[in-house]
C-alpha cells in the first residue's frame, strides 16, 4: 500500500527557474521529511517538518506541512544544477517503528 | 567516522543462487533498515530491527532473510535469487531517540538477478 504519492514524477527545468514538488496522502502523519538523493548514493535527509502549517526555509529551498498534517510541499526557487536528483518525502506515525516513503521526484536542472 | 557501509557496491547472480548483503553502522544506533529501490516506487522496507537480536518485517519481506547478531552489523540474504529481486537496496540506521525516526542510508548494492 502506497500511502505518499509525489508529483510530478519526473521534472526537467532550466537553471533559474522555480519549481514545486507535491507529496500528498489521504493519511495522517505526525512528521514529514524530505530526502534528497543523488545518482549512486542513498537518500540524505533534508529537513523534518512536525506541525501542521509550518514552513522551513533551507536556503533556496521552501519546505510546508499542510494544515492538516496530510500533504506537503517542496519549493526551489531558482534552481541549479547543483539541485538535481531523486527528491523523496516520507512521513512518519507515532508509534511505528518504519518511514512511510513517497514515490519519488526526478529532478533534472539543465544548466 | 564513516556512517552507514554496505558491501558489496554491485553484484551480478544467475537465479537461484544465494547471497548476502552486509550493512554495518558506526554510529551506535539501535534500529536497522533494509529496503529495496524500484524505479517509480520510492522506497520499500524489506525488513528491519529494533535492536540486537531482533528483526522484524516490512512491506516486503518475502524471499529475503536478516540477522542482527551483533549490533553494528544487519545481514540481508537471499537464499534462491529471482529476477523480481533484481533492485537497488539500501540498508538505514537511526538512533534510539530519534524524534521523528530520522534515518541514515548506507551508498547501496546494485543487484541484478539473471
Known amino acids: 500500500t502506497q500511502l505518499l504519492e509525489q508529483s510530478p514524477q519526473f521534472l526537467s527545468i532550466q537553471e533559474g527557474e522555480n519549481l514545486t514538488v507535491y507529496c500528498n496522502s489521504s493519511?495522517?502523519?505526525?512528521?514529514l521529511q524530505w530526502y534528497r538523493q543523488e545518482p549512486g548514493e542513498g537518500p540524505v535527509l533534508l529537513v523534518t517538518?512536525?506541525?501542521?502549517?509550518e514552513v522551513k526555509k533551507l536556503k533556496r529551498l521552501t519546505f510546508q506541512f499542510g494544515d492538516a498534517r496530510k500533504d506537503s510541499s517542496l519549493h526551489i526557487t531558482a534552481a541549479q544544477p547543483g539541485d538535481t536528483g531523486l527528491y523523496l518525502c516520507?512521513?512518519?506515525?507515532?508509534?511505528?517503528?518504519?518511514?512511510?516513503f513517497g514515490t519519488g521526484t526526478r529532478l533534472t536542472v539543465i544548466p | 567516522n564513516a556512517g552507514v557501509t554496505q558491501t558489496p557496491k554491485f553484484r551480478v547472480l544467475k537465479t537461484g543462487q544465494s547471497m548476502t548483503l552486509l550493512c554495518a553502522q558506526d554510529m551506535n544506533h539501535e534500529y536497522m533498515y533494509w529496503y529495496r529501490q524500484d524505479p517509480g516506487m520510492g522506497l520499500r522496507l524489506i525488513h528491519y530491527?529494533?535492536?540486537?537480536?531482533?528483526?522484524a518485517k516490512g512491506e516486503v519481506p518475502d524471499g529475503y532473510n536478516v540477522s542482527r547478531l551483533k549490533k553494528q552489523n544487519f545481514l540481508l540474504g537471499l537464499e534462491s535469487a529471482a529476477p523480481s529481486q533484481t533492485s537497488v537496496y539500501f540498508c538505514?540506521?537511526?538512533?534510539?531517540?530519534?524524534?521523528?525516526?530520522?534515518?541514515?542510508f548506507g551508498p547501496g548494492t546494485r543487484l541484478t538477478v539473471l
Open positions: 538505514a540506521s537511526r538512533e534510539l531517540a530519534a524524534s521523528y525516526n530520522e534515518q541514515f
Open positions: 493519511s495522517v502523519f505526525s512528521s
Open positions: 530491527s529494533v535492536g540486537e537480536g531482533t528483526t
Open positions: 517538518v512536525v506541525t501542521g502549517g
Open positions: 516520507a512521513g512518519f506515525q507515532t508509534g511505528a517503528n518504519n518511514l512511510f
